[in-house]
């Protein structure tokens, strides 16, 4: 594989701003006018709850029809991604760097003011930038957090469809191409069929948008997650039957860990008496759910994560490393945030925190972490 990448191809051209602005504008305007059902956020520090309306499937599904019809009628050209990845690239880092001093000035305005939802100033430029000091920054009625998630998801999906379409053309589609593009097609719809579980995670609540939220969200997702992708566009693999076998396992066990495990916090925390696996949950101090999955480890949410991590990256085999980038930062990620939500966890529960730890001793993966 040529990794000797021209210098220019990263310069942005008018034609990805426009493709960029374009998507943009699609998510905005789309998103505000499309029905989806309305779920309502945490309470926040005023005693008010944010309202998302989740309808980032019904935005996913007609965006590829629009380009699919589009690229029917040679108005788009359906490799425009692939071929134009690295100045999309650094086009969408240049416009995180724009939002995020935008998001800067109005955060250290609006603290100035004493604004009810008081933003986080440490006084500390970096720290102040890098993490952020807005906690739920909204513009024009649109919640930029989950709109950059968003954005982020559904740009990692066009990026692998251009990828395919790419293979396609160059007529080296392979199997291991089919079996990544499927495990990651079905990852990202899922996350947009559960969309409003989106609106209980750390991202969403806990998190501010600074720089590190923007560039994970639009830059990091899309062009980072998928590498295995733009891997398999210069490499071939074969894969025998039993390693397709294992590869489709491990995503499969990777997926029902992973969504039974938020599933089963999400509808614990709507109704503390709803029945996990058949029987009634263990609850400790009326609030934390010990039964299910957060009775076999504190976060195997994580452990599923991982797992369909692997099975996105074990269709490119083990002749190189490059492939295996996600799950390395994702378990890098994970073990990271694990860490901070213990900590805010201890904080906030106490010594029912204490308790679930002695019940439920292991982290992410039973007997080992
Ligand atoms: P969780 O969904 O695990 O949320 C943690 C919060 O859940 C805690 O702060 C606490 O919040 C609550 N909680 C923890 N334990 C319990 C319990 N036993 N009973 C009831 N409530 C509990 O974490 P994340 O938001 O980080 O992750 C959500 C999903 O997103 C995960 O599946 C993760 O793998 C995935 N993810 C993927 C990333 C990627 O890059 N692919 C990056 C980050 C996350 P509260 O105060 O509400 O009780």
Redesign the pocket.
């Known amino acids: 594989m040529d990794l000797a990448i021209p210098l220019h191809a990263f310069i942005p051209s008018l034609n990805s701003v426009a493709v960029l602005m374009t998507y943009f504008l699609y998510l905005a305007t789309a998103g505000s006018i499309l029905p989806g059902k309305v779920v309502k956020g945490?309470v926040l520090q005023d005693g008010t709850r944010l309202r998302y309306r989740c309808n980032g499937l019904l935005l996913l599904v007609l965006l590829v029809a629009l380009l699919g019809i589009g690229a029917q009628m040679d108005f788009v050209s359906p490799t425009v991604i692939s071929d134009r990845g690295f100045e999309l690239l650094s086009t969408t880092l240049m416009f995180g760097f724009l939002v995020t001093w935008v998001l800067f000035v109005t955060g250290c305005r609006s603290h100035n003011q004493g604004s009810s939802l008081k933003p986080h100033v440490t006084g500390n430029l970096l720290h102040d930038w890098w993490f952020g000091i807005q906690l739920n920054p909204q513009f024009m009625g649109i919640d930029l957090k989950f709109f950059f998630v968003r954005a982020g998801m559904m740009g990692w999906l066009l990026i692998n469809l251009s990828v395919l379409a790419k293979s396609f053309q160059n007529g080296t589609l392979s199997q291991s191409m089919i079996l990544y593009q499927l495990f990651c097609g079905l990852y990202i719809l899922d996350y947009f069929v559960h969309e409003e579980y989106m609106t209980?995670?750390?991202?969403i609540?806990?998190e501010r948008l600074g720089f590190m939220l923007v560039f994970g969200d639009l830059v990091w997702?899309p062009f980072t997650f998928s590498i295995q992708g733009w891997w398999l566009l210069h490499n071939k693999v074969e894969l025998t039957t039993a390693a397709v076998v294992a590869n489709c396992l491990v995503f499969l066990i990777g997926y029902l860990v992973?969504r039974g495990?938020?599933r089963q916090?999400h509808i614990?925390?709507k109704n503390p008496k709803a029945h996990i696996w058949g029987k009634p949950p263990k609850v400790i101090g009326g609030?934390?759910?010990?039964s299910g999955y957060?009775g076999v480890a504190?976060?195997c949410?994580?452990l599923?994560?991982l797992l369909l991590?692997l099975s996105f990256s074990l269709p490119c085999g083990i002749s190189s490393p490059v492939p295996y980038f996600y799950p390395i930062y994702?378990l890098i990620?994970?073990i990271w945030?694990e860490r901070r939500?213990e900590v805010?966890?201890a904080e906030?529960?106490r010594e029912i925190w204490a308790e679930?730890c002695r019940l439920v001793p292991w982290r992410i993966l039973p007997y080992a972490y």
């Open positions: 945490v209980s995670t750390w991202d609540i806990a997702i992973f495990a938020n916090k614990f925390k609030k934390l759910l010990a957060w504190r976060h949410n994580y599923g994560d991590a994702l990620l994970l945030r939500d805010r966890c906030k529960y679930y």
